[in-house]
């Protein structure tokens, strides 16, 4: 029985149009079989070459320890790297988790969120620049001082948070974690 020039190479039972490669011309199989053995011939590949090194290692960068292995399928992230984003994730879906522990809040900071308003804010702002009649050159030069250090305190307290933070967290992230926001920041 002759091959028709549209059918499958495969095998004789496949009635299957030939799939067309990118450039246009047709592959010498269809679309399901072309795909069955091109995973055959990876496989066969693998068997002949086992996994280096470097393909089992940890995806984190600089970590060298295997990765880990669940329902017989190798992760991308070692036991501890795992460990770690599992719980940064179940952290980060928990509500009230990116607000700070109560032992690490300032006396400065309970203050202010303990329902007054922030230093700086459109409630804090002068009565005459909220209007619709504002205008900045009517200004005087005592609320444009006012509205400065408002502004800088604002900024000096998001500073310190910020400082308390990375404080309380230093004990979950690692090292190089912390070395490389360092080298990021600077």
Not at 93 to 101: D, E, F, I, L
Request: with cysteine.
């Amino acid at each position: 029985m002759a091959k028709k020039p549209n059918q499958c190479a495969y095998s004789s039972g496949c009635c299957g149009r030939l799939a067309i490669k990118k450039n246009g011309k047709p592959h010498t199989m269809c679309e399901t079989h072309r795909r069955y053995q091109a995973k055959k011939q990876r496989q066969r590949r693998c068997e002949k070459h086992p996994p280096t090194l470097r393909e089992t290692q940890c995806r984190y960068p600089g970590c060298e320890e295997v990765r880990a292995i669940k329902s017989g399928k190798m992760l991308q992230l070692c036991e501890m790297h795992r460990a770690r984003h599992n719980e940064d994730s179940e952290a980060s879906t928990r509500p009230g988790a990116a607000r700070m522990p109560p032992e690490a809040v300032s006396e400065s900071e309970a203050t202010l969120t303990a329902g007054k308003s922030p230093p700086f804010g459109i409630r804090t702002l002068p009565r005459e620049m909220t209007s619709n009649s504002f205008r900045p050159d009517e200004l005087s030069r005592s609320t444009l001082s006012d509205l400065s250090r408002a502004l800088t305190d604002r900024q000096h307290q998001r500073s310190q948070a910020d400082a308390l933070f990375f404080q309380h967290h230093a004990e979950i992230w690692s090292k190089q974690y912390i070395s490389a926001l360092n080298k990021h920041s600077n």
